[in-house]
């Protein structure tokens, strides 16, 4: 069972529950971790609100696809689901970017969102008792979430169409040459001049 299924599974459970018995199983399940979270952070400093904020990321991880219309029926497999991402453009663009840098490159990318991660953490954590590696696990999931879409093939590429030019002195949009053919201004007697409108 892929992920985009078992989305689709738990939202049907979680749409065929009524209403009412929803918010309170949601709500019951929140603050059940939190209880839980709390009496870690008073036993033995566990970071406070870890797992409410991992329970609330579970939650939107189910049912988030569901609500923005990105479960849709796998088109080659009949009964079959997939996750399917569209306007995601700049996540698309991040990735392509990531992808065209060399290893080691790509390796200092992640080395240097990683450290800044975990030097601010640890300032944090030593001026103020800030829970300790909470901002560095925050960076891994951001990384996960921006990466891990385009990996399993879920982000729909972006359309081609007009783009921003990053060359000095070139017009500010051009058009992609496949997308709309050039136009050729021929004249059709040699020596005669061009006739105006």
Excluded: C, K
Excluded at 8 to 19: M, S
Excluded at 22 to 51: C, E, K, S
Excluded at 109 to 121: K, Q, R, T
Excluded at 167 to 187: C, T, Y
Aim: aromatic letters at 8%; zero cysteines.
């Amino acid at each position: 069972m892929t992920y985009a299924e078992r989305v689709q599974h738990w939202n049907r459970l979680y749409d065929q529950a009524p209403e009412n018995l929803r918010f309170n199983v949601l709500v019951g399940m929140v603050l059940l971790i939190g209880a839980v979270n709390m009496w870690l952070t008073v036993a033995i400093g566990f970071p406070f609100a870890l797992l409410m904020i991992l329970a609330i990321g579970a939650i939107a991880a189910i049912r988030l696809p569901q609500a923005m219309g990105w479960v849709q029926p796998h088109p080659e497999a009949p009964g079959r689901a997939q996750l399917r991402i569209e306007g995601a453009d700049s996540l698309y663009r991040w990735n392509q970017w990531y992808d065209g840098l060399s290893e080691a490159q790509q390796s200092a990318v992640l080395l240097v969102v990683l450290l800044g991660a975990g030097i601010v953490n640890m300032l944090l954590t030593i001026g103020s008792g800030f829970p300790f590696g909470l901002i560095f696990l925050l960076a891994i999931l951001a990384l996960a979430a921006i990466r891990g879409p385009y990996v399993s093939g879920w982000l729909v590429p972006p359309a081609a169409g007009p783009m921003l030019d990053a060359a000095p002195g070139a017009p500010l949009l051009h058009q992609d040459a496949a997308a709309s053919p050039a136009v050729e201004h021929q004249n059709p007697i040699p020596g005669e001049p061009l006739a105006r409108d």
